[in-house]
């Protein structure tokens, strides 16, 4: 293995110091080869798709016989009906090549190359591909339509006027059927308009009537909740005096002081119970069980203290302050608050009643024209079933003008149409052959290709030693050892200017390479499929 891969390395270092040699038989094979594909002429391909109804073609050559033709049979048969001497002579003369013959010999010439040159290929059942390539792409146009022309005419015969009429005939009632379906189409489209909402698998009506009683339920649920808010705040007003004493007897604390503070207190916890219910605690949970235990508690102690203050009241043992009278009352700012707190609750109770009205009559109406959907649903479907027949007709009336192209038989209107050109030919823009892409790229591969084979063939030819191995190998002289060169600055700079020429020479390669593509493309000879 290390003797192949020695011989490997002394064989590309052989081809690598005949650099040079290869790269100009690279430079002359490629700049040889892309003039050759320069010269190379373009072939333009004309083609048309064409549906031949064999059946009716071929009726009288197949006639009395017990086999069926298979599409290869198929096929055989109109390309010679279509390539038949006859039709050779006229497509010759209709195109002008026979301008081109000199004598008769010249012009049979001509007939049998337009004979050869002429492809016939099967695309489907009855439908066929003829082509032609020539250099001129006006002319291969020329020649596939003066084919076609000629089949056409042979064969249809008498029957293009019948086919005319039929086809006018359909065109007519394709008219009608189309203004018919846009003024379905347009009933049915201002029915649905002014109808959404009711309309048969329109989810807007009953996902409507469905949100609005759901909405009523929350409402109601928030209604109540507002309510209870509201007489728990009254049953609460009703234990807190709307008046306290200002002072109390010989420079005591302010009658009615404590009483006051009972009730901040129950107002206090109060809020808090509420805040626990609007964060969803139940009834039956712990903290809401504590903290009304705790309310019901101080009320028990508000109303003591009030049966004090009053038993005080009445008995005369309350001794005003000098410069006050006895039993000085002020307002009391708690009773104030939730006085206040009570009428917002009012006034949220009857927004919520107003809006639990509202919704209650948006139902009322929807439910009022629930009597109407049926009705809508049987009016869309008259209008459905009207569209969907002029809709069928219409189709078929479609399917009936494309059958009469390719039909075999229309009735009595027509005498059965055998030819119909699917595709008529067009003056190609664009070469189908050569593929200069491919041609090109070739040559450069080829030319690299001569320039590595001959750098060898010198090696091969003027041999030279790399190694002192293979000078042993090769002469049964004893090898005493090697000496290195010595290269000297002028020698390194020659060798820098050769290897910096052979660059710019392989980059030079590439860019013609390169350029060649260009002009091609330039030339639009290169987009070829």
């Known amino acids: 293995m290390n003797e192949i891969y020695q011989q490997l390395v002394s064989i590309l270092y052989a081809i690598w110091q005949r650099r040079t040699y290869a790269l100009i038989t690279a430079w002359v094979v490629s700049a040889f080869g892309w003039f050759l594909?320069?010269?190379?002429?373009?072939?333009?391909?004309?083609?048309?798709?064409?549906?031949?109804?064999?059946?009716s073609m071929l009726g009288n050559l197949m006639r009395g016989m017990a086999v069926n033709t298979d599409i290869l049979q198929q096929l055989n048969m109109v390309r010679q009906t279509l390539i038949s001497r006859p039709n050779m002579e006229k497509v010759v003369r209709m195109t002008d090549l026979d301008l081109n013959a000199k004598?008769?010999?010249?012009?049979?010439?001509?007939v049998v190359n337009l004979q050869k040159r002429i492809n016939l290929a099967s695309s489907g059942a009855n439908l066929f591909r003829l082509s032609f390539e020539d250099k001129d792409p006006v002319m291969a146009r020329k020649v596939v339509q003066s084919l076609l022309t000629l089949f056409v005419e042979a064969n249809m015969g008498a029957s293009r006027k019948d086919l005319a009429g039929t086809?006018?005939?359909?065109?007519?009632?394709?008219?009608?059927?189309?203004?018919?379906?846009?003024?379905?189409?347009?009933?049915?489209?201002?029915?649905?308009?002014?109808?959404?909402?009711?309309?048969p698998g329109d989810a807007s009506y009953f996902t409507r009537l469905q949100q609005l009683r759901g909405e009523i339920v929350v409402a109601n649920s928030d209604l109540s909740d507002a309510r209870v808010r509201r007489d728990e705040m009254q049953r609460h007003l009703s234990n807190i005096p709307p008046y306290v004493t200002a002072t109390?007897?010989?420079g005591g604390p302010p009658v009615g002081g404590n009483s006051n503070d009972l009730a901040q207190r129950i107002a206090g916890k109060q809020r808090r119970l509420?805040?626990?219910?609007?964060?969803?605690?139940?009834?039956?949970?712990?903290?809401?069980?504590?903290?009304?235990?705790?309310i019901a508690q101080l009320e028990k102690d508000l109303t003591k203290e009030r049966a004090v203050i009053a038993e005080q009241m009445k008995s005369g043992n309350m001794d005003p302050l000098p410069g006050t009278g006895a039993?000085?009352?002020?307002?009391?700012?708690?009773?104030?608050?939730?006085?206040?707190?009570?009428?917002?609750?009012?006034?949220?109770?009857?927004?919520?009643?107003?809006?639990?009205?509202?919704?209650?009559?948006?139902?009322?109406?929807?439910?009022?024209?629930?009597?109407?959907?049926?009705?809508?649903?049987?009016?869309?479907?008259r209008l459905n079933r009207d569209y969907g027949v002029i809709k069928a007709n219409y189709e078929k009336l479609?399917?009936?003008?494309?059958?009469?192209?390719?039909?075999?038989?229309?009735?009595?209107?027509?005498?059965?149409?055998?030819?119909?050109?699917?595709?008529?030919?067009?003056?190609?823009?664009?070469?189908?052959?050569?593929n200069r892409l491919l041609l090109v790229t070739g040559v450069l591969v080829a030319g690299l290709g001569a320039g590595v084979a001959v750098a060898f063939l010198m090696s091969q030819l003027h041999t030279t030693y790399t190694s002192v191995q293979r000078l042993r190998d090769t002469f049964a002289f004893p090898v005493l050892g090697s000496i290195s060169a010595i290269i000297t600055a002028q020698e390194e700079r020659l060798r820098h200017r050769n290897l910096v020429a052979f660059v710019i020479g392989l980059v030079g390669l590439f860019g013609s390479f390169g350029g060649v593509i260009l002009i091609e493309m330039l030339r639009g000879n290169l987009l070829v499929g």
């Not at 000085?328 to 009205?357: C, D, F, H």
């Not at 948006?362 to 439910?367: G, S, V």
């Not at 009936?400 to 149409?417: F, I, M, N, P």
């Open 167 to 199: 086809r006018r005939f359909l065109d007519d009632q394709l008219r009608k059927h189309e203004q018919e379906l846009a003024s379905a189409e347009r009933r049915k489209a201002e029915f649905q308009q002014k109808n959404l909402g009711m309309l």
């Open 248 to 250: 109390g007897s010989n």
């Open 274 to 294: 509420d805040e626990l219910r609007e964060h969803g605690f139940t009834d039956r949970h712990p903290d809401v069980v504590i903290m009304k235990e705790s």
């Open 37 to 55: 594909v320069a010269q190379i002429p373009n072939q333009y391909e004309a083609a048309s798709r064409i549906y031949v109804d064999t059946e």
């Open 103 to 110: 004598n008769d010999q010249d012009l049979e010439a001509i």
């Open 327 to 381: 039993g000085n009352l002020v307002p009391n700012p708690l009773y104030e608050q939730l006085k206040i707190r009570i009428i917002e609750m009012e006034t949220q109770v009857a927004s919520l009643q107003g809006r639990v009205e509202q919704k209650r009559q948006d139902m009322a109406k929807l439910e009022s024209v629930a009597h109407q959907v049926p009705e809508v649903e049987a009016e869309l479907a």
């Open 398 to 434: 479609l399917e009936r003008r494309e059958s009469a192209r390719l039909a075999q038989d229309l009735e009595t209107k027509t005498d059965g149409v055998q030819i119909r050109v699917i595709d008529p030919p067009q003056v190609p823009r664009l070469p189908s052959s050569p």
